[in-house]
């Protein structure tokens, strides 16, 4: 893990993740499904116990209920049920223990395989299909060996189980009498209707970006105008706001192009991610972003970016 660390903090573009693999019943036999998740999210994996099901009067048919693991009641998401396939069930299935959005949850799977080390520019963004899913589960497609890996938004799955959560994402806590203009980059297609909401709901003018590689290809544009009319970037964007896990380029190698670029990085940068808390910030800082924000705090997003626009321009000034 801790090279894995280092690849991050120096914004590679590279990164880790754990492959695992659920068997659905079909018509014609046993399918085998490949997912993956950035191992950054994974605390370990251990062995299901005996007799775990789920329960009608469960809030969601995927939830399992609660488990003991050492000090902690774990709460398991039969990732199969959520995924709508009937898993084809066996002895010893494995439980992936994760920790985001300052939560840790058991994910029921029928088995893990290895740990990958890609290259974000590997992963292709999901196709129209599941781009348009209800769920928008998949946030990336990879090929290893001879099979592909589809990256599972696990951000989603307790989105879907946390109606609350959902809810209190929408809030918008501070709106600017000035209109400011941000580009904001995230791969998930929900969030990105969030935030497109709460940014326009805060009186932002705002440019979307499905990856990092795209929100590039947006600054790489007012780069150019703005040195064709001499002006600075600051001139047509006024922010930065970036999800650190994206297909093709992440938010990490994001905001170490505009902070190394001579002209964009005048540009104040905020990374929004579940991946961080107070183990892991040190990366955003290595990488010279402005401001970080956790996912959890989605409800305060905006306030920080219109504050942090306005200590920029009394900097500036």
């Given at each position: 893990?801790?090279?894995t660390d280092i690849?991050?903090?120096?914004?590679?573009?590279e990164?880790?993740?754990?492959?695992?693999?659920?068997?659905?019943?079909?018509?014609s036999?046993?399918?085998?499904h490949?997912?993956?998740?950035?191992?950054?999210?994974v605390?370990?994996v251990?062995?299901?116990?005996?007799g775990?099901?789920?329960?009608e009067?469960a809030?969601?048919?995927s939830?399992?209920g609660t488990i003991p693991?050492?000090?902690l009641?774990?709460?398991v998401?039969d990732l199969?049920?959520w995924?709508d396939?009937?898993?084809a069930?066996?002895v010893?299935e494995p439980?992936?223990v994760t920790?985001?959005?300052?939560?840790i949850?058991?994910?029921l799977v029928s088995?893990v395989t290895?740990?990958?080390?890609?290259n974000w520019a590997?992963?292709?963004?999901?196709?129209?299909?599941?781009s348009t899913?209800?769920?928008?589960?998949?946030t990336?497609?990879?090929?290893?060996?001879?099979?592909?890996?589809?990256?599972?938004d696990l951000?989603q799955v307790?989105?879907?189980l946390d109606e609350?959560?959902?809810?209190?994402?929408n809030l918008?806590t501070?709106v600017?009498?000035e209109r400011?203009r941000?580009?904001v980059?995230?791969d998930?297609?929900?969030?990105?209707q969030l935030?497109q909401?709460?940014f326009s709901?805060a009186?932002?003018e705002?440019?979307?970006a499905r990856?990092?590689?795209?929100?590039?290809?947006?600054l790489e544009?007012?780069?150019?105008a703005?040195?064709t009319?001499?002006k600075?970037?600051l001139?047509?964007?006024?922010?930065v706001?970036?999800?650190v896990e994206?297909?093709?380029?992440d938010g990490?190698?994001?905001t170490?192009?505009?902070?190394?670029?001579?002209?964009?990085?005048?540009l104040?940068?905020?990374?929004?991610?579940s991946?961080?808390s107070?183990s892991?910030?040190?990366k955003?800082k290595?990488?010279?972003?402005d401001?970080?924000v956790?996912?959890p705090?989605?409800?305060?997003?905006t306030?920080?970016?219109?504050?942090l626009i306005?200590?920029?321009?009394?900097?500036q000034?």
């Open positions: 893990m801790s090279q690849l991050l903090e120096t914004g590679t573009n990164l880790e993740i754990i492959e695992f693999f659920v068997n659905e019943m079909t018509p036999g046993v399918e085998n490949y997912f993956g998740v950035n191992v950054a999210k605390l370990e251990v062995e299901a116990p005996e775990l099901e789920g329960s009067a809030a969601h048919p939830f399992l693991l050492r000090d009641i774990l709460p998401v199969s049920v995924l396939m009937e898993r069930k066996d010893n439980i992936i920790e985001f959005n300052g939560m949850t058991g994910f088995g290895q740990i990958h080390r890609v590997d992963v292709e963004p999901p196709n129209k299909y599941f899913m209800d769920t928008n589960c998949i990336g497609t990879i090929k290893i060996h001879e099979h592909f890996v589809l990256m599972l951000e307790l989105a879907d609350s959560g959902q809810t209190q994402a918008t501070l600017s009498e400011y941000a580009l980059a995230d998930s297609t929900s969030v990105r935030l909401r709460n709901e009186n932002f705002v440019s979307m990856d990092g590689a795209e929100a590039w290809n947006f544009r007012i780069k150019k703005a040195e009319e001499g600075s970037p001139d047509f964007l006024d922010a706001v970036s999800d994206m297909p093709q380029m990490y190698t994001l170490r192009r505009i902070k190394e670029d001579p002209v964009l990085k005048v104040p940068v905020v990374l929004f991610s991946l961080i107070k892991v910030i040190h955003g290595a990488v010279m972003a401001e970080q956790t996912k705090e989605f409800h305060g997003l306030g920080k970016v219109i504050n306005r200590s920029w321009d009394r900097g000034g």
